[in-house]
């Protein structure tokens, strides 16, 4: 039998070729992520210049019209009634109403729809109509839980007073309010599981003033009447108008340059404070972010504004200086959007402006992100349209 031989030289060789060869296409496979990554980073905070209209869906010319996204689909309300659209156009369901001043607020499963200085309220969720109810006092203010559980603040004749009922209209917390005993009740808000709520009293005496943030807990309002004072926090020469709830155990109250986060949980504490040099012209958030337009007095020359966002937690996030005109200023995800007539301003968590210029059309009611990179939903006064971001003209 053959003795077989081996170049072992050789096979050497070959392997360090091959070896050399795996190395070489790592490297290249290295060197196009980092610069398929450096484009997507460029092309995500560069400017737009164009843009491009698709999918127009035309509407009642109406500047009564307002839209909000809410469950799977969008809400179109009015003093004439609300609807449901999965689509732009399409409606899935319709109440006809007749408002004077329709108030509109919501939760991620609920929405209410009330007449503000009358005595109307209907509680929807994405399949219609849940309770519609008749109110003892004008409506001045109103939340409502992700459970449907409703907080409203109603204007009497001598007394104002915070109710708050089931989603099947049971009253479970009733209190009065007078400008002498505690103040004026401001505002208020609702946790999302609809067993807390903070409410912000303002008072005159003589010649001072203050806002009280006060906590009540309504976990136990089903087996006793008795309504559960948790704590709460007085600010001389304040006025807090907005309070939110960042998660079920912390609030924010928002001032007028200063911004107050309390942990609830047991005895409310304050967990954070945020001040601000220059007044808050301005407060927009969502789901993971609050953001604020200040004037910049101090240094017009950098910017009209100043834009500042924090995470929930109170970590700044962003703060730059911009040229914009504005009526409304909303964040969709990691992005602002600031309109005015037909002006528009869109920009990035990082201060970077996406586009900023003039649309065509009928006066903006508000832009919505769509589908799609840098695609949006344009909500004219007498149309929408698709609207999709483009560097260059024809492209």
């Known amino acids: 039998m053959e003795k077989q031989v081996y170049n072992f030289e050789a096979l050497t060789k070959i392997r360090k070729k091959r070896e050399k060869s795996r190395r070489i296409k790592m490297i290249m496979a290295a060197v196009c992520i980092v ?3 450096i484009v997507l980073y460029i092309l995500s905070s560069s400017r737009c210049e164009y843009y491009v209209y698709k999918d127009k869906t035309d509407t009642e010319d109406n500047v009564d019209v307002s839209y909000e996204t809410f469950a799977d689909g969008y809400l179109k309300y009015s003093s004439n009634g609300i609807e449901f659209q999965k689509k732009f156009g399409r409606s899935e369901w319709n109440v006809a109403l ?3 001043h329709p108030f509109f607020t919501k939760s991620d499963s609920y929405a209410v729809l009330g007449d503000k200085g009358e005595n109307s309220l209907i509680l929807f969720n994405k399949n219609g109509k849940v309770k519609e109810l008749t109110l003892k006092y004008p409506l001045v203010q109103a939340t409502v839980s992700d459970q449907g559980i409703i907080e409203v603040i109603l204007e009497g004749t001598n007394s104002n007073y915070i109710q708050v009922y089931a989603k099947n209209g049971e009253l479970i917390a009733d209190m009065r309010s007078s400008v002498e005993e505690t103040g004026y009740p401001v505002t208020a808000a609702i946790s999302p599981d609809g067993t807390q709520l903070a409410v912000s009293y303002y008072s005159i005496s003589g010649m001072n003033s203050k806002t009280s943030i006060v906590f009540y807990d309504f976990s136990r309002q089903l087996q006793s009447d008795d309504v559960t004072l948790k704590g709460g926090f007085d600010y001389e020469s304040a006025l807090i108008p907005k309070l939110s709830f960042v998660d079920k155990n912390t609030v924010a109250a928002f001032g007028n340059s200063a911004t107050y986060f309390y942990n609830i949980e047991d005895t409310p504490k304050v967990k954070k404070e945020i001040q ?4 808050i012209e301005s407060v927009f958030e969502n789901d993971k972010y609050i953001g604020y337009v200040l004037e910049n007095s ?3 020359e950098k910017g009209k504004y100043s834009l500042q966002v924090y995470d ?3 970590a700044k996030k962003l703060e730059c200086k911009l040229n914009m005109n504005y009526d409304s200023i909303q964040m969709w ?12 301003t869109i920009l990035n968590i990082k201060g970077n402006i996406l586009f900023q210029g003039e649309l065509e059309g009928n006066g903006i009611e508000s832009i919505m992100p769509a589908k799609g990179w840098r695609t949006y939903h344009v909500i004219f006064r007498d149309k929408i349209v698709k609207m999709k971001l483009k560097f260059w003209k024809n492209s």
Do not use: D
Request: charged fraction near 30%; aromatic fraction near 8%; glycine fraction near 8%.
């Open 35 to 37: 610069a398929v990554l």
């Open 98 to 100: 007749s408002y004077v």
């Open 276 to 279: 601000f040099t220059q007044e």
């Open 298 to 300: 101090e240094n017009p």
């Open 312 to 314: 929930k937690n109170g």
């Open 333 to 344: 995800g990691k992005e602002i959007i600031a309109v005015r007539e037909n002006e528009c």
